[in-house]
């Protein structure tokens, strides 16, 4: 199976998103304060990230919609009429 790049850079900027704090805590410790106290490279970091969240999101909502992918999951169908939630 072939992945596009725009879901390789979504996946990308999402694990940003998941590591930047311990990326910037790691920096603090390795004696680059400069970059750990960054308010441009924590800004990039949080739209990067959000970026990236916001597009895995976006990509899984999407594919959900699809007729064709619905019909390979039929276990994740509406459920039966009458049907109680619990």
Not at 35 to 40: H, Q, W, Y
Not at 55 to 67: N, S
Request: no cysteine.
């Amino acid at each position: 199976m072939r992945v596009s790049v725009k879901t390789l850079l979504a996946s990308v900027a999402a694990v940003v998103a998941l590591w930047a704090p311990a990326y910037l805590a790691w920096l603090d410790h390795a004696g680059f304060d400069g970059a750990a106290e960054s308010e441009l490279l924590q800004w990039a970091l949080l739209a990067v990230g959000v970026a990236g969240f916001a597009t895995v999101l976006y990509v899984a909502w999407r594919d959900t919609r699809d007729p064709a992918w619905r019909a390979a999951h039929p276990q994740l169908g509406p459920a039966p009429r009458g049907a109680r939630h619990r």
